[in-house]
């Protein structure tokens, strides 16, 4: 165990499991024989902190305090708290309920030293206010319905506004049970045919056998008896993360992964799994005011290497549950699962995640811009050539957008007709000269 620490790092799952089957004398011994050790002291620490067990060891004298994660090796808090008992800093993230770690790889290490988020308030800062505000609907909405597209749903209109407004004013509440109850009454509207709140029963994602309608699982949820612990664990963690300070993308992750693991509802944990990714960059203050990052935009656009990360860890766990079939063909877990759900490695999730803020902030932000400021730039010059009303002017720019820069012979002989072929000519040159050169600039999601 100490050379695991040493090289590897903490894995509470694995720690978890040992201290279960040690004898506690045997640990007591080993703290005693070198009672000043760095290792021997975080063994001591991470024993009483994850069994809430004391060792009969007495508390230590003077020594200078190690840290309960090595920070070269994993994220952990900067504003750790001494245990004056072992003298180790409890800088772990999360607390017993639910604490993901995440390592310290070169793919984190080059995000976390870079300034992205520099970038984006440099964006931010060049562009009109005017821009920055007709950006931030476009890629709210855009956000919005891609989190219900990667469900497979298409909300009404109404309620694609309401989880809009929802994921525009995350951060502004405490996350608590009650919150995440409201967030997913938002997303239900219709609750006559799935239980609200916490599951009292089983669950899983995957699918039945068509004929014997056996579950076929891909992922098996948390045990509805660990639930509101699990849960709770993770606004603890989220809070403590924030207040205590530690990467916020790396923190987002490991929440809002570890909840749609832990799949505490029967409907709308996906997009509450990504509520909690803008929440908890919000509350660390990184999304600029007004502008949120489109993470489940980048998502929908990554979906298979999305769903890649979200099996990294649900697949190889498979084995490892024991289950059997209920009456109403859902499963009933049988074993101790709770630990797979509060202490699971959240590396892969945190790059993923980086990655999708890092696209957001050098493709989506700059190009939705781009593309205002283009367009604002095509309205102006072509009052030169015709007046035209502002709706007239948006419906010519989509038939152009749609066709590739020519105004299709239906504009032409319709909406259209009472421009001359010589004015048509003037307006295709200038929305090659303008909209026509931004790229894709989000404009797929416009038509």
Not at 82 to 111: I, M, Q, Y
Not at 336 to 341: A, F, G
Request: contains cysteine.
């Amino acid at each position: 165990m100490t050379v695991a620490l040493k090289w590897e790092g903490v894995d509470l799952a694995v720690l978890s499991a040992l201290f279960r089957c040690i004898e506690p004398a045997e640990l007591s011994e080993f703290v005693l024989d070198q009672p000043t050790s760095a290792y021997g002291r975080r063994l001591w620490f991470l024993y009483e902190w994850l069994t809430g067990t004391e060792l009969p060891v007495p508390d230590l004298g003077k020594a200078v305090a190690v840290e309960a994660v090595d920070q070269n090796l994993q994220f952990a808090l900067t504003e750790g708290e001494l245990s004056s008992r072992h003298k180790v800093v409890d800088n772990l993230p999360g607390t017993p309920a639910f604490c993901p770690l995440v390592r310290r790889s070169e793919t984190l290490v080059r995000f976390t030293s870079s300034e992205v988020f520099s970038e984006a308030r440099d964006i931010i800062g060049r562009a009109h206010p005017d821009i920055i505000q007709r950006a931030g609907a476009f890629l709210l909405l855009a956000d919005s319905r891609a989190t219900f597209q990667i469900e497979g749903e298409r909300p009404s209109a109404d309620r694609l506004r309401r989880w809009g407004y929802a994921i525009r004013d995350s951060g502004e509440t405490d996350l608590s049970v009650e919150e995440l109850l409201r967030l997913q009454k938002l997303i239900i509207g219709d609750d006559r045919f799935v239980r609200p709140g916490l599951r009292d029963a089983g669950g899983f994602v995957g699918l039945h056998d068509r004929q014997t309608q056996t579950p076929i699982p891909d992922h098996v949820s948390a045990r509805p008896d660990d639930l509101d612990g699990l849960v709770q664990g993770v606004i603890d963690f989220v809070d403590r993360t924030v207040n205590r300070r530690t990467d916020a993308v790396v923190a987002a992750a490991a929440a809002a992964f570890g909840f749609v693991y832990i799949h505490p509802f029967e409907d709308g944990n996906g997009r509450i799994h990504r509520w909690l990714l803008h929440h908890v960059l919000a509350v660390a203050g990184l999304t600029p005011r007004g502008v949120i990052f489109p993470v489940s935009h980048v998502i929908l656009r990554r979906l298979e290497e999305y769903k890649q990360v979200l099996e990294s860890y649900s697949r190889p766990l498979l084995p490892l549950i024991e289950w059997e079939e209920t009456e109403d063909h859902n499963v009933r877990v049988t074993n101790r699962t709770v630990d797979y759900y509060r202490y699971f490695d959240a590396t892969s999730h945190a790059e993923f995640l980086f990655s999708c803020v890092v696209e957001t902030i050098r493709k989506d932000l700059p190009d939705e811009v781009a593309y205002l400021e283009a367009f604002d730039t095509f309205a102006h010059k072509l009052q030169r050539t015709v007046d035209m009303p502002p709706r007239m002017v948006d419906l010519l720019a989509r038939f152009l957008e749609q066709n590739g820069g020519t105004l299709s012979k239906r504009a032409v002989s319709k909406e259209f007709a009472n421009l001359r072929a010589d004015e048509v000519a003037e307006i295709e040159a200038l929305y090659a000269s303008t909209l026509g050169s931004t790229g894709d600039g989000g404009r797929g999601d416009r038509v």
